[in-house]
């Protein structure tokens, strides 16, 4: 199993940037496909995007060309770069890691094995 850790979630508006990270522990990144996943109030949990250790990343359409996933197996810590934020951005943001290569498009939450506790992004008007 991989700990995760989310940091770098916050209030911002529309229009904003956040940076978030994702540290992990018990486990190489390196040897995982990472995604990050959000839920939002009163909605189910999403994919919103995922990169495998070849560096290939696959994203929701909805963010599409707004955030960018990317990974440092150095710091074995993956990111999500989100700009031009808006407010149905807002959600529970959460890290998650799947053992091995993969290079779908989309992922469910049963298809990941390991998840981080989330943090909260609130996109304001």
């Known amino acids: 199993q991989v700990q995760l850790v989310e940091t770098g979630g916050g209030l911002v508006q529309a229009g904003g940037s956040l940076r978030l990270s994702c540290a992990a522990s018990g486990r190489a990144l390196s040897t995982c496909t990472m995604a990050w996943f959000r839920q939002a109030p009163g909605k189910e949990r999403e994919f919103v995007a995922a990169i495998n250790f070849s560096g290939i990343t696959n994203y929701a359409d909805s963010v599409k060309g707004r955030f960018t996933i990317s990974r440092d197996n150095a710091k074995n810590s993956v990111y999500l770069q989100m700009n031009s934020l808006e407010p149905e951005d807002t959600a529970v943001y959460y890290c998650?890691?799947?053992?091995?290569?993969?290079?779908?498009?989309?992922?469910?939450?049963?298809?990941?094995?390991?998840w981080g506790k989330g943090t909260l992004v609130t996109v304001s008007t």
């Open positions: 998650a890691a799947k053992v091995g290569y993969y290079s779908r498009t989309y992922y469910t939450g049963s298809d990941m094995d390991s």
